[in-house]
């Protein structure tokens, strides 16, 4: 069955590094989203992004992060300066269509990024 | 804002039926969603309804929605161990494009 895969698992970084979270959504999918969920807390919604550009952001989304679909297969999420409070899971995710009519968003199995 | 609560845990025995409950905000969600996570692993979308739907039945799963009181519940027959895992309600935001809100997941243990 096909999957969407992430990459790393975990990633441990020191504050105001940068991070690049590496996921590879399903092959023929065209819509792409990143979630994260701070331990504890619920999964929000970062960004989804279609055609090479994002489609929607949430107020989480600043200037520190932004996202890549550096080649065919990949799709990044990038954090410049890492904060404490950027340490949660986050799940990528992808599907066939964005739009009304409903599709299965498949996610992956998260990284989980700690920043010390 | 938009909201999604559901009570953070419950406690079952195998065999009987599990009823996980959560409450939503945004009255023009078009579809409603289950997800279940089981350790280690991503989000699995278990079923989810259209907001004009009533119920939903697929196989042991049973998904009741009240509209207006913004009221969805999923029901799951014969709970085996298996089915323990964290379940996420989830509303699609107005607009769509696989928006999600989820709640905080229901951690289901499913005991002896």
Redesign the interface.
């Known amino acids: 069955e096909p999957e ?1 895969t992430q990459t790393p698992s975990h990633q441990v970084t020191q504050m105001g590094q940068e991070v690049i979270l590496r996921c590879v959504p399903i092959s023929n999918h065209l ?1 792409f ?1 990143w ?1 994260r969920q701070i331990l504890g ?5 970062l960004v ?1 992004f ?1 055609n090479n550009e994002i ?2 952001k949430s107020e989480i989304f600043d200037d520190q992060f932004s996202v890549e679909r550096p080649d065919g297969s990949n799709f990044t999420l990038k954090i410049r300066s890492t904060k404490l409070e950027d340490s949660a899971m986050y ?1 990528c ?1 992808s ?1 066939e269509s ?3 009519v ?9 990284t989980r990024l700690t920043v010390v | 804002g938009e909201d999604v609560e559901q009570s953070l845990f419950l406690s079952v025995r195998e065999g009987d039926s599990s009823v996980i409950n959560c409450t939503y905000t945004d009255s023009s969600s078009t579809y409603l969603y289950w997800y279940k996570q089981e350790p280690g692993a991503g989000l699995q979308l278990l079923t989810y309804i259209f907001s004009n739907m009533d119920m939903k039945q697929d196989q042991r799963l049973t998904v009741l929605l009240n509209k207006k009181d913004k009221h969805l519940s999923l029901r799951i027959a014969d709970t085996q161990t298996g089915d323990s895992a964290i379940y996420f309600c989830a509303a699609e935001l107005s607009g769509g494009y696989n928006k999600l809100i989820f709640g905080a997941g229901t951690r289901l243990a499913v005991h002896p």
């Open positions: 969407v819509y989203y979630y807390q619920k999964v929000e919604f989804s279609y489609s929607e799940f995710a599907s964005g739009g009304a409903v599709t299965e968003a498949f996610f992956g199995q998260g």
